[in-house]
């Protein structure tokens, strides 16, 4: 009987919080979505229908022009761009996430001299914007001739410290030392240890590093804006940014620039969808424990 | 063990290794050594920055006639979205390019912190002035004795657009002096368009005005700056302009935005006091209104006179550092003075030439259709032989438009002037230079 109250009461109480939640997770979807709409109805328009029509609805749907146009501008510069970016980002967070977990599994499971200082000092890193770090870096990369490579957008970019504070945290947590102690006994050095038991115990942790390390080098406007004056290295941002400044003079680049924009942010969305079920499971797997 | 500090005490070494020899390489290279402009022995490599849209074609042209000077072109975003600040951080790293776009509001910062290398030694660079419109000349000597800094590339002299069939239906003729066109405001006003758009964010646009009065925004008498933004031209044309802000007779929307070219391409405005360049801007924002419109001379102060505005432009300068500055020269004043290279730079960035040859490229000699058939060129080409040889720019213009379009943008949302605008970025413009240690008065 009293289970019967307590369920119908607490179905009630529950129907009007989670209505109340579900309306401020709409709002703040709608919120985010309704910009991402408006770009993809304003890539459909041809330029003469742009601001003639329902800035949210259609006109006549002409995307795939629009595409076609953007693609033989400039010689099909910005499928570079998105290649660049794909690499930079791609690549970089690839292996920024190989360097964090490897300190972060150092620093969490063998103890040495320093080890919480050297700690302390990769998370004060955190605290330290990207934008800050460009211009020293840029005297740097100067100093030694590597401006305008490759190099020197993709190399700084390999390094996370808030990956490092993660994967310390999660080795710890998600790595049993007994573990680590059987495959010493078993004879498998401290490298194999690594690379075959103690990655596929971190995986969840290693995709979220990937995750954020990907949208952070991909959203670094500031570095290579100094860095870079070759348009055939620029990121897909900065030659978007680029082609902005560039509407006074041709007009009609502010047609690609909107294009430009929607394909732009499909690799983030692919990458998003595609490992969110790491994501999930990483964020949540450490509370468990 | 051993084994492991072996490891361990040799990555120390080497990081150590790396950063001692960061160190030592320290004070960089000696920045310009801008002795005499002699030209260099054999093959020579230049490289050139500039964000005008396609400028590739027109270097190609040199490349293929000059296989001893090549020129490397290379881009970004413009000036003062990012690429002066790359300039000044380059020439402190000394990996500077040889040469640069400047356009001449930025010229005189680059003037005052040694940017640029002065030409005037260069073979032929001071001869060369007869080829420009005197007043470019002007603006790239700043008015020294035995001095170029830079090569003037494009003008943006100013005229009047406006809607050719809207004044006639209305009946009324096309305004030659400002207080005709205020009067035309009001009239438009009550038919329920506006006769232009006030742009509260091209403060350069706005500098133009006063040019066109006569008026100065900075001087420098060769010891200190002397800051005048509010100098008695200043303050009648920001009057002239409040005046019909708060009349509500100009229209308010922010420029370069997709209502401001709906509010062209609907007819809501009439009008547009703008540069050479802006034909493209009209004609690509405002389809619909294809054929009605013409260009007339800028309204003027005084009846009869004719003195023009201008809005924008660029030069060619060669930066401090630069191994070949006599190479670099040659290229700069070849690529704005060559009818071959202005004629390819103005069909891929819609450019007009500072030179005084330039008005009469073929490429200007056609009638547009959008503007029903006129040769709207020859306006221009008259205004550029218009303009006021002795505005002055500061040396710090990026800083001044902020601060002066802060300002604008809340008189035109009704908190504040637009002169108490011009006098709040004078006193800040003021406290930055003596912050920079710059002579300025005040």
Known sequence: MSSTVSTRGAARESLLSRSAAMLVMLICAFYFLVPIWWLFVASTKDRSQFTTTNPLWFGDFNLFENIANLATYRDGIFFRWMLNSILYAGAGALLATLFSTMAGYAIAKYAFRGREAAFNIILGGVLVPATALALPLFLLFSQIGATNTFWSVFLPSLVSPFGVYLARIYASSSVPDEIIEAARIDGAGEVRTFFTVATRLMAPAMVTIFLFQFVSIWNNFFLPLIMLRDEELFPVTMGLYVWNTQVSQIPEIRAYVIVGALLSIIPLIIAFLGLQRFWRNGLGAGGLK | ?442
């Not at chain 2, 020439?91 to 030409?119: C, H, K, S, T, W």
């Not at chain 2, 009001?186 to 329920?192: M, S, T």
């Not at chain 2, 540069?275 to 005084?302: E, R």
């Not at chain 2, 006021?388 to 800083?399: A, I, L, V």
Request: hydrophobic share 40%; aromatic share 12%.
């Open chain 2, 1 to 442: 063990m051993s084994h492991r500090t072996a490891l361990a005490g040799g990555a120390l070494l080497l990081a150590s290794a790396l950063a001692l020899t960061a160190c030592s390489t320290g004070g960089g290279t000696d920045g310009g050594d801008a002795a005499a402009c002699t030209p260099s022995e054999g093959k020579v490599n230049l490289t050139f920055t500039s964000w005008l849209p396609g400028i590739e074609d027109a270097v190609a042209i040199w490349n293929d006639e000059n296989p001893d000077i090549q020129v490397e072109v290379q881009t970004g975003p413009n000036g003062n979205g990012g690429t002066y600040k790359n300039f000044f951080n380059q020439i402190e790293a000394g990996n500077a390019p040889d040469l640069g776009q400047i356009e001449y509001d930025a010229l005189p910062n680059f003037r005052v912190q040694d940017g640029v290398v002065n030409l005037a030694d260069c073979a032929g660079i001071t001869d060369a002035k007869s080829k420009f419109i005197d007043w470019t000349w002007n603006q790239v000597t700043f008015g020294e004795d035995n001095a170029v800094y830079a090569i003037p590339q494009d003008i943006g002299p100013e005229a009047l657009y406006y809607r050719a069939d809207l004044f006639e239906a209305a009946g009324l003729d096309v305004p030659t002096t400002w207080d005709e066109y205020a009067a035309d405001a009001a009239i438009i006003r009550e038919k329920g368009g506006y006769i232009t758009n006030f742009s509260q964010s091209d403060i350069n646009a706005f500098a133009g005005l006063v040019w066109q009065a006569g008026g100065q925004w900075f001087a420098n008498d060769g010891e200190s700056w002397d800051v005048t933004l509010d100098s008695a031209e200043s303050t009648k044309v920001a009057d002239y302009w409040q005046g019909l802000l708060d009349d509500d007779l100009v229209g308010t929307v922010a420029p370069w935005t997709d209502e401001w070219n709906a509010a062209y391409n609907s007819g809501e405005m009439w009008t547009w006091v703008s540069a050479v360049w802006g034909a493209n801007t009209i004609s690509s924002g405002a389809p619909d209104t294809t054929g009605k419109w013409a260009v007339a001379p800028m309204p003027q102060w005084t009846e009869g006179e004719s003195a023009a505005g201008n809005w924008g432009g660029s030069t060619t300068a060669v930066l401090t550092g630069s191994k070949h500055p006599y190479e670099a020269a040659q290229f700069a004043l070849w690529l704005n003075s060559d009818p071959d290279a202005l004629t390819a730079m103005n069909k891929s960035a819609n450019i007009y030439p500072a030179t005084v040859d330039g008005a009469d490229l073929p490429v200007f000699a056609d009638g547009l259709d959008f503007y029903g058939g006129q040769k709207i060129y020859d306006v221009f080409a008259d205004a550029a032989k218009n303009v006021n040889p002795d505005f002055t720019w500061g040396p710090t213009m990026t800083q001044t438009y902020t601060d002066v379009a802060d300002g604008f943008s809340g008189a035109v949302s009704g908190s504040g002037t637009l002169l108490d605008a011009l006098k709040s970025g004078q006193d800040k413009t003021i406290a930055a230079l003596k912050a920079a240690a710059i002579p300025v008065k005040g």
